[in-house]
C-alpha cells in the first residue's frame, strides 16, 4: 500500500516554560480522514496530543508540539518516503514568540510579547520530494463568500505545487466545502461528502502517486 502521512490538530509555539500560542484546531478532521485511510494506505499520524488521543488505537501515530518540531518530524518522514502521499491538515501556527525557558511571573498589570513569522511548512514540502502528492488544507476567514474562498485555495494550490487544496469556511466547514484540484473546482454541501470524494482522489499505489 503506499505510504500515507497526515498531519492534524494545532501547534502549539511557546511563550515560556508552561503557556504557549496555538489554534481552535481539534484534528477532528484529521482523525477521520486516517481512519477512512487506513484499509487502503499505510498511513501515519502525525498530530497533536488532542489529535493522537482521538485517533483510533490500531493507527500509526506519532506526536508533535511546535510548528519547528512539526516541520522537522514531516521533513523526515517525506525525505523517507519521497513518492508517498501528504495530506497537511494541521492547523500551523503562523508566529512565534520570542520563549523564555522559565515561567514568565504571573501578576504583572501588563505583558507584551513580540511575534515574528514562523516557517511556513507547505512551501517546502516540493524542496524535499518533489513526487510526493500533496494535499493541503486552507480555512477562509468567517463569512468568506465561495468564490473568494475558491480564489485563495487556489492561489494556494499554485503557490505550494498541491496537487489538491481541501478549503473550508471556519464556522461552516459543516456547510462550505471546497476541493480544488488543477483541472477545476468541486463544491460540497456536506464535509462527509468532501471528505469521501478526497479519499477517492488519492492514489493508492506508490508508482501512481504523482
Known sequence: MTPLLLTAGATRNPVDAIRYLSA???????????????????????????????????????????TRDLMARMERWITAHPRGVLV???????????????????GAPELVLRLHPGPKIVDHVRTWAPDIFLVSFKAGAPGLT???????????????????????????????????????TTAFPRRSEALAALCARLPRDVEGAR
Open 88 to 106: 497537511h491538515s494541521a492547523a500551523v501556527g503562523d508566529y512565534e514568540a520570542d520563549a523564555v525557558a522559565t515561567k514568565i511571573p504571573s
Open 146 to 184: 465561495p468564490d473568494a474562498l475558491e480564489a485563495i485555495a487556489r492561489a494556494q494550490l499554485v503557490r505550494t505545487g498541491s496537487d489538491l487544496v481541501f478549503a473550508n469556511v471556519i464556522g461552516a466547514i459543516e456547510t462550505t466545502v471546497l476541493l480544488v484540484g488543477r483541472e477545476g
Open 24 to 66: 481552535h484546531a481539534t484534528g477532528r478532521t484529521g482523525v477521520d480522514l486516517a481512519a477512512r485511510l487506513g484499509a487502503s494506505h499505510a498511513v501515519h499520524l502525525l498530530g497533536s496530543a488532542e489529535a493522537c488521543l482521538r485517533a483510533p488505537t490500531t493507527l500509526s501515530t506519532e506526536e508533535f508540539t511546535s
